[in-house]
């Protein structure tokens, strides 16, 4: 099967980039292999959750999210990644092979699948965060169909702020592939008065 969208890591930024995919209709799936910096937080500044919450917690209300938006979950880890006649192909650890117009990488902290492919790279921002894959403003790399959010794109680590990347860099992609700029916005009925 050849997906619309793959995204690597699900953490806050690839559960948000996969809750706006899913949304939007598109073939996404989620490559998580359960590692990443969140499962170790506890999480008491992100908004929606005033009793705080753990790492554990907010990444399992986020794949429910994601599921529950459409997308599917796989857990393995990717680790090989290549692009040719525009087709992205991730291979994992236990072996499958994954095909997907586009791939955002969501990996927290770790390069080494950008690395191994030959994305490019620069030095992070954050005071511990030494390495982050180098983005346009719309999120992209320097690979062809992929793209990057989170911390590994050079975000702040903070939950909040990568989840909101992870749904920034996903609407991108939408609107990418759709030619024209996606919004994903519910509104209440009211009743008359």
Same mark, same amino acid.
Do not use: C
């Given at each position: 099967?050849?997906?619309? #969208? ?7 930024? *690839? ?36 009793? *705080?919450?753990?790492?554990?917690? #907010?990444?399992?209300? *986020? ?6 938006? *459409?997308?599917?979950?796989?857990? !393995?880890?990717?680790?090989? #990644?290549?692009?040719? !006649? ?15 117009? !586009? ?91």
């Amino acid at each position: 099967m050849t997906y619309e #969208l793959v995204i690597v890591g699900g953490g806050p930024s *690839g559960a948000s980039a996969a809750v706006f995919a899913g949304r939007a209709g598109l073939r996404t799936a989620v490559v998580d292999g359960g590692e990443g910096l969140v499962q170790s937080a506890v999480v008491n500044n992100h908004l929606g959750l005033p009793e *705080g919450t753990t790492g554990v917690e #907010l990444a399992e209300l *986020g794949r429910r999210h994601a599921e529950g938006s *459409g997308a599917e979950w796989i857990e !393995d880890e990717a680790t090989s #990644l290549t692009v040719e !006649d525009d087709v992205v192909t991730i291979g994992t650890a236990a072996g499958r092979t994954l095909r997907a117009r !586009d791939v955002v990488l969501a990996l927290g902290v770790d390069t080494t699948l950008a690395t191994v492919a030959g994305i490019a790279t620069e030095a992070g921002r954050e005071p511990w965060i030494k390495t982050v894959v180098t983005v346009d403003a719309a999120g992209r790399t320097s690979m062809p169909h992929v793209w990057a959010a989170g911390t590994l794109a050079g975000t702040s680590v903070h939950t909040i702020i990568v989840a909101g990347d992870g749904a920034r860099v996903a609407v991108n992609v939408i609107t990418a592939q759709r030619g024209e700029r996606h919004v994903d916005h519910d509104t209440l009925e009211i009743p008359p008065a």
